[in-house]
């Protein structure tokens, strides 16, 4: 019994040190009275506290509380992040590295600290996962749903009634209860769809064809292929790819149906999402004599591997990085603001446009 009161002891003053030097990083200085109240100690227990993380060179005492000891070594390891933000994404392996690299570099840079949790698109999961980063106190949320708002209720409750401040990630709040009540950053994958659809009216196709596996990107994606071309006085026709859990032999029959219909002179164009299918695509095409991009002009979408293919593909690069980076930036603005008391910012809806990477030469 008494070890387990002293653990709790040790426990609870290790939360109020590292408190302290929270607040040090974020206001850089600290009054002992006043922080004794809010903790709930007394002034006795925290001016110790001072002296201890004096003696380790983290903070420097002065009349009446304690200033930061330095740069330097606010910086350094030993100290307290000014916060910790968790993370929810719907997969480690692709498309999310590059929007985890940038919020964790934007995090680091500040001083906080990054906590991952990955989904696997199941959003049972993903609401469990919400609910542990919470359980644990994290200050902020940067979350990815595994759909839009308007497809997920429960999941956008739950943020929306968050303590914390939350940023969503890469999904729209159009069309849903959320919109102008949550924080979000995504790439406007409508505009990636346009700068495809464009790039292949540039090359001279007419007969464009959007093929896409199902997806939360997929719609915006064909949305936008549909008004560049619409624009230009013709259709789109969308084609549905198979899952990426489907076995082989289906993908390979619906992009040689596609190849045939190349052959016969009824597309000329193709707008492909994800990108690795493009490749699967070209290789395809090439087997039946097809060239690339004079018969057949392809604009892969995602740019993980276009880059890559024996026949390096244009390809519309989302902004990943730039989307992790911005979000967290805002996650951050947001808790920093509610340490410091200050009054509630308007609510930021943040659309990235992504780049067209050409690579190939256009048929015009």
Do not use: K
């Not at 002065?62 to 200033?67: D, L, R």
Request: net charge negative; hydrophobic share 45%.
């Amino acid at each position: 019994m008494g070890d387990r009161v002293a653990h709790n002891v040790r426990m609870l003053s290790a939360e109020r040190r590292a408190q302290l030097l929270r607040e040090l990083r974020v206001h850089g200085a600290v009054r002992t009275e006043e922080f004794a109240v809010r903790v709930a100690a007394s002034g006795m227990t925290i001016r110790r506290d001072l002296a201890d993380l004096e003696a380790a060179g983290l903070l420097r005492r002065v009349h009446g509380g304690a200033v930061a000891a330095g740069e330097r070594v606010a910086l350094s390891r030993t100290s307290a992040p000014v916060a910790t933000i968790g993370m929810v994404v719907p997969s480690a392996t692709y498309y999310f590295p590059d929007v985890i690299r940038g919020a964790r570099a934007a995090l680091g840079e500040a001083g906080a600290r990054l906590v991952l949790a990955v989904s696997d698109y199941a959003p049972d999961r993903e609401r469990e996962q919400i609910g542990r980063l919470l359980a644990r106190g994290v200050d902020g949320l940067l979350v990815t749903p595994s759909a839009h708002a308007a497809d997920d209720a429960a999941t956008y409750e739950l943020l929306a009634s968050a303590a914390p401040p939350v940023v969503v990630l890469e999904r729209s709040l159009d069309g849903s209860p959320w919109h102008g009540a949550l924080d979000s950053v995504r790439c406007d994958h409508e505009v990636g769809g346009v700068l495809a659809a464009e790039h292949l009216l540039a090359s001279g196709c007419s007969r464009v064809v959007v093929a896409t596996r199902t997806g939360p990107t997929a719609p915006l994606v064909r949305a936008g292929v549909a008004r560049a071309l619409t624009g230009a006085g013709l259709g789109a026709e969308e084609l549905g790819l198979p899952d990426a859990d489907a076995p082989p032999a289906a993908q390979q029959r619906v992009l040689q149906e596609l190849v045939r219909r190349c052959t016969a002179r009824e597309v000329d164009g193709v707008v492909v999402l994800p990108d690795e299918v493009a490749i699967g695509l070209v290789d395809i095409a090439e087997d039946a004599g097809v060239r690339i991009p004079e018969d057949l002009a392809i604009v892969a979408y995602d740019d993980e591997v276009a880059a890559l293919c024996a026949t390096p593909l244009t390809a519309v690069a989302p902004p990943r990085y730039e989307v992790g980076e911005a979000g967290a930036q805002l996650c951050l603005q947001r808790v920093l603001s509610r340490m410091r008391g200050g009054a509630t910012r308007a609510w930021s809806s943040l659309e990235l446009s992504p780049e067209l990477r050409v690579r190939t030469p256009t048929r015009a």
